[in-house]
């Protein structure tokens, strides 16, 4: 059973133009709700975060939004540069006692090309 | 500043073979975490361990074991090998508590299983 999906396998974008990543998950328990990045052959490294008492988080070019009532999150990176070329997973945590060690589940990954 | 550190990176096992991938770390973390990638999957927890002595399954465990008996290792044994375990399997760790969302993860060993 998912509960956070990532339905768009892959996205291009021009370099300089805004990437918009998508995320929607199913549990109402989810407290916190996280990106990671991926490059080749290497493990995914934590990118940004947000807490469910917000709707929205920013750091440099990376800013989330979270949309609880449509259980929908939003990964915006403004301005796309080819160094952000790779997979972005989407994860989330649902606190003790729902998940009784908290551990994260994550969605499928979007792979993003940014292309020059 | 060694983080998470997986070995080997590649392997390559024939059906019915045994092999142990490596994971350790020292970040004195004390949860520590198996994953498998598959294409399109996403990542999928196996086991995990909240300390040295404890550990549980995930979503996935079977045709696995794991054992955690020092803070800094944990590894991942695979007992007769499956075509279906072929997949990249990334270990990571973390503080737990109100850390526990950080994760560091190694960069992963590719397994074929032929």
């Known amino acids: 059973d998912q509960q956070v999906k990532q339905n768009s396998p892959s996205l291009s974008v021009q370099e300089g133009r805004i990437s918009i990543l998508n995320c929607d998950y199913t549990n109402s328990m989810f407290d916190y709700f996280l990106w990671y990045k991926k490059y080749p052959a290497e493990g995914p490294t934590f990118l940004i975060s947000?807490?469910?008492?917000?709707d929205k988080n920013e750091d440099g070019r990376f800013t989330v939004f979270l949309n609880k009532s449509a259980k929908h999150l939003s990964l915006h990176i403004v301005p796309s540069q080819p160094g952000d070329s790779a997979v972005y997973f989407c994860?989330?945590?649902?606190?003790?006692?729902?998940?009784?060690?908290?551990?994260?589940?994550f969605g499928a990954g979007t792979q993003v090309v940014v292309t020059p | 500043n060694a983080g998470v550190t997986q070995t080997p990176k590649f392997r390559i096992l024939k059906i019915g073979q045994s092999m142990t991938l490596q994971c350790t770390q020292d970040m004195n973390h004390n949860y520590m975490y198996w994953y498998r990638q598959d294409p399109g999957m996403g990542l999928k927890l196996i086991y995990y361990s909240v300390g040295a002595g404890i550990t549980d399954k995930g979503e996935v465990p079977n045709g696995y074991n794991v054992s955690r008996s020092t803070t800094e290792d944990f590894p991942l044994r695979l007992e007769l090998a499956a075509p279906s375990q072929t997949s990249v399997y990334f270990c990571?760790?973390?503080?737990?508590?109100?850390?526990?969302?950080?994760?560091?993860f190694g960069s992963g060993t590719r397994l074929t299983v032929v």
């Open positions: 994860a989330a945590r649902a606190p003790p006692p729902t998940d009784s060690w908290g551990k994260l589940q």
């Open positions: 947000i807490s469910s008492i917000k």
């Open positions: 990571a760790s973390t503080y737990g508590g109100g850390q526990g969302l950080y994760y560091t």
